[in-house]
C-alpha cells in the first residue's frame, strides 16, 4: 500500500526562524507531490503543487522541493500566520490519493 | 469568486444514512472533476471519492467502496456523496474538493468549509 511518511509530526519554532518539513514516499513518485496549510478550525489551502510550483497568492517565503522519494517543504522565515499544520499528498498512484499524516508547526 | 459550500451533515445512528451536499460557484463546473476528502476529529486527511467531469468517472477510497456514492448535477453545478451503512468510525469532516487535474498531477483546490458528520447511538 501506498504510503507518505511526514516527518517531524510536530515542530515548534520562533517567529522569523527557516523551517523544513519532510515527506518520504513509499514508491517514487517523480514530482506527483502536493502540500497543503491548515490553520485551527479551517479548511486546508492548496501551497505547493508538482513539488516545487508554488501556487497563486502563497507568500514567496515558502518553496517546496526534491523528486521521487523525498520532498521538503521550507519556509524561510516564519511569520506569525504560518503556525498551522501542513500536509503532503501523492498523486501519482491514481485514484488513491494519499496524504501524510500532517506536521504542526507550533509557536516556541 | 470560487467557492464550495457543503451541507447535509449531522447526527446518524450506525447503519444510517446521509446524503451530503455541495453547491459550487465563480468557476466552470462541468470543466472539473470534484472529490470530497475527510478529516477525523483531531486527525489527518482522507480522501474518499471522485468523480469525473460528465460523471462517467467514479472512484472509491476501499473504506468507502460499497457504502459510499459520489454523483453531481453540472445542471445545477452540484456534487454530492451518498452514504449508507454509517459506521462510528465515519465520523468526521467532510469537504468538498474541486481536484484540477493538469499534466504534472492533481490536486485540491479549493476546499469547502466542511461539514461535520458524527455516527454515534
Known amino acids: 500500500d501506498f504510503q507518505m511518511t511526514q516527518s517531524p509530526s510536530s515542530l515548534s519554532a520562533s517567529v522569523g526562524d527557516r523551517v523544513t518539513i519532510t515527506c518520504r514516499a513509499s514508491?517514487?513518485?517523480?514530482?506527483?507531490l502536493n502540500w497543503y496549510q491548515q490553520r485551527p478550525g479551517k479548511a486546508p489551502t492548496l501551497l505547493i503543487y508538482?513539488?516545487?510550483r508554488l501556487h497563486s497568492g502563497v507568500p514567496s517565503r515558502f518553496s517546496g522541493s526534491g523528486s521521487g522519494t523525498d520532498f521538503t517543504l521550507t519556509i524561510a522565515s516564519l511569520q506569525p500566520e504560518d503556525f498551522a499544520t501542513y500536509y503532503c499528498q501523492q498523486s501519482y498512484q491514481t485514484p488513491s490519493f494519499s496524504f501524510g499524516q500532517g506536521t504542526k508547526l507550533e509557536m516556541k | 469568486q470560487v467557492q464550495l459550500v457543503e451541507s447535509g451533515g449531522g447526527l446518524v445512528k450506525p447503519g444510517g444514512s446521509l446524503r451530503l451536499s455541495c453547491g459550487v460557484s465563480?468557476?466552470?463546473?462541468?470543466?472539473?472533476?470534484m472529490a470530497w476528502v475527510r478529516q477525523a476529529p483531531g486527525k489527518g486527511l482522507e480522501w474518499v471519492a471522485y468523480?469525473?467531469?460528465?460523471?462517467?468517472?467514479?472512484y472509491y477510497a476501499d473504506f468507502a467502496k460499497g457504502r459510499f456514492t459520489i454523483s453531481r448535477d453540472n445542471a445545477v453545478n452540484s456534487v454530492y456523496l451518498q452514504m449508507n451503512g454509517l459506521r462510528v468510525e465515519d465520523t468526521a469532516v467532510y469537504f468538498c474538493v474541486r481536484d484540477v487535474r493538469a499534466a504534472a498531477g492533481n490536486w485540491f483546490d479549493p476546499w469547502g468549509q466542511g461539514t461535520l458528520v458524527t455516527v454515534s447511538s
Open positions: 508538482d513539488a516545487s
Open positions: 514508491q517514487r513518485i517523480s514530482t506527483y
Open positions: 468523480i469525473g467531469r460528465s460523471g462517467d468517472l467514479l
Open positions: 465563480g468557476f466552470s463546473f462541468s470543466d472539473y472533476y
